[in-house]
């Protein structure tokens, strides 16, 4: 994410960078209308229908996620900066905490570069093993769009060749940017709450350990440095929550379009796997889509079920510190920041509905009775 953010600058849209991102999202709202257009053509026979547009809510998803990087880059931007120069690092925990840290990283890398890979796979296969084979007479394109010119001769057939390819790539990548930054941005946060929450506990660790409690209650010096360490946490906290806040307003619409899409390419990857008569290269093409579409979806709902936990927890750690040594001033502060704590930062879809495993159990039971009813819809109408 680090090199992403410092050679893509998602947030800052600025020169020939500007100019180069609009071509992007061009071509990929060029490619998906053809697309489409190409499937309308073909409407009569409805198993060629669904084979054309099995990716077509992919390259839809992919203009979406290309314009909202674009429309919020304000916001991209604020989750840059603050992470790399208001969040705490990780050296303030424990050497075991650091590692378990680094651990979580490195194991939700390793899955964000498996599904790249996994989506790059299943484009390079589509390209030699098309699922739709191309018009008589028509040298095969890595995609089969609508043209109103003949793509035959050369170098029209080259041209448009390297365009193509370069568009279906754009296609991952332009997916992979919105996801990258999300994860990036949520896993920071979690950590930030680890991090707030071992500060809690030991909110009152190495103040005048060689004394009773009786006399750390007494004792000015003690309430002082409580109250400044107290400051520290809460000032912190609401910097959280402002940033689970942006979180929650940067994933809101891009969800509901991220379900919506992925609903139809698993309904439809369904069927065609069910029906079409599609040979082994095009079967594990679209098994290796549907599952990018599945760990896609399960990083977001399992992402989003951990940081709401992990911004609730911080109740219980409050709970957890030593408050019984603290005078009143500092327990109205540590009693308004536990009110606080209760608000804790989920993800929604459309602003309503909660982005978490719940939500991603539902989603799959929909999913296998919807492909169960196309199925016997169309086995009624045969």
């Not at 998906?32 to 198993?47: G, K, L, V």
């Not at 208001?86 to 075991?96: L, N, R, V």
């Amino acid at each position: 994410m680090q090199i992403i953010m410092k050679w893509v600058k998602l947030h800052q849209y600025i020169g020939m960078r500007k100019y180069f991102w609009f071509l992007v999202t061009f071509l990929k709202f060029l490619d998906t209308i053809t697309r489409a257009m190409y499937a309308f053509e073909r409407f009569e026979d409805p198993i060629s229908v669904t084979e054309i547009t099995v990716t077509l809510p992919t390259r839809f998803l992919s203009v979406c996620k290309l314009f909202y990087l674009y429309h919020d880059r304000r916001r991209v931007e604020y989750f840059y900066k603050t992470i790399e120069n208001e969040f705490w690092g990780f050296h303030i925990c424990s050497p075991e905490k650091q590692s378990n840290i680094k651990r979580r990283f490195m194991f939700v890398n390793i899955i964000l570069i498996v599904t790249f890979t996994s989506g790059l796979t299943v484009l390079i296969t589509m390209i030699i093993f098309p699922l739709v084979e191309p018009p008589e007479g028509k040298r095969p394109l890595p995609s089969i769009n609508w043209t109103p010119f003949d793509t035959n001769p050369s170098p029209i057939y080259e041209i448009m060749y390297v365009i193509v390819f370069c568009v279906l790539v754009m296609t991952i990548i332009g997916n992979a940017f919105y996801d990258y930054t999300l994860v990036y941005a949520v896993q920071h946060l979690r950590v930030q709450f680890t991090l707030l929450k071992e500060l809690l506990k030991n909110i009152t660790d190495g103040i005048l350990p060689e004394c009773s409690d009786f006399k750390k209650f007494n004792d000015e010096y003690f309430q002082r440095i409580v109250a400044e360490r107290l400051k520290i946490c809460i000032q912190h906290h609401v910097k959280l929550l402002k940033f689970g806040k942006n979180l929650e307003i940067f994933t809101s619409k891009i969800m509901v379009i991220q379900f919506t899409m992925s609903y139809v390419t698993l309904v439809v990857t369904g069927y065609v796997l069910n029906v079409s008569h599609i040979n082994i290269s095009q079967v594990v093409a679209l098994s290796v889509l549907t599952g990018v579409y599945l760990v896609e979806l399960l990083i977001y709902c399992a992402q989003g079920t951990d940081l709401n936990q992990q911004s609730l927890s911080v109740f219980e750690a409050i709970i957890e510190s030593e408050w019984h040594l603290l005078k009143a001033p500092n327990k109205r502060a540590l009693t308004l920041f536990l009110l606080n704590s209760e608000r804790g930062i989920t993800l929604k879809a459309g602003g309503t509905t909660s982005v978490d495993n719940e939500l991603l159990v539902t989603f799959l039971k929909s999913v296998f009775s919807a492909i169960t009813l196309l199925n016997s819809i169309l086995e009624e109408k045969k």
